[in-house]
């Protein structure tokens, strides 16, 4: 009797103990998209500075710009986390490259002080967006993975944990290779 009742506690103290990792797990997943979000607003925001500045010198990229702010109102529209904010975001971030390319053809808009120092702020807001990705990402890895790896499948099926989408490039983003610099004097 009394080794039943140890054995029944032992159970029930490893239900808990998986019951938690899972909470835990859930949890870093929530708190790493909360860092992707705040990256985000971060990149909202700067966008239309940068917009108006690139505005004054290529008045012939109309189109370009207009991409871009579509692109940004669609991105800030989209709710939640997985494959559809993924791709809005996906979207501006290719409308954000057009901009970047236009100081190639726009010598001025390139010399320009506020250009610059958004050009920076751009690329710092880029690369702690990528870095949160990869660390949402990793969590999301580890939350999926113990939802589904015995016995712990057995408590996450019974109290409706879901596995979560990671924040994945687009299929052309994949296809596109990292390029060197380009440097030019």
């Known amino acids: 009797m009394l080794l039943s009742v140890i054995v029944a506690a032992l159970v029930l103290l490893y239900i808990v103990f998986l019951y938690n990792k899972l909470v835990t797990l859930r949890q ?6 909360s860092d992707i979000e ?6 909202y925001d700067l966008i239309p500075n940068l917009v108006e500045t690139v505005k004054g010198y290529a008045k012939h990229e109309k189109s370009t710009l207009e991409n871009v702010v579509k692109a940004r109102t669609a991105a800030m529209e989209t709710q ?3 494959a559809e904010k993924a791709a809005r975001e996906n979207m501006l ?3 954000l490259k057009s901009v970047f390319a236009l100081s190639e053809a ?3 808009l390139k010399a320009n002080q506020n ?5 920076q702020e751009m690329t710092d807001t880029e690369n702690k967006i990528q870095a949160s990705r990869r660390f949402y990402n990793s969590n999301v890895m580890a939350m999926n993975t113990q939802i589904e790896v015995f016995p712990s499948n057995l408590i996450a099926s019974r109290f409706k944990f879901e596995k979560e989408a990671f924040f994945e ?14 440097v030019s004097f």
């Open 169 to 182: 490039l687009t299929d052309e983003d994949k296809k596109q290779t990292v390029a060197a610099p380009k």
């Open 28 to 33: 870093r997943v929530r708190e790493s998209w």
């Open 80 to 82: 939640g986390h997985g």
């Open 93 to 95: 971030t290719d409308a």
């Open 38 to 43: 705040t990256q985000l607003k971060r990149r």
């Open 115 to 119: 250009y610059l120092e958004l050009m």
């Open 106 to 108: 726009y010598p001025d």
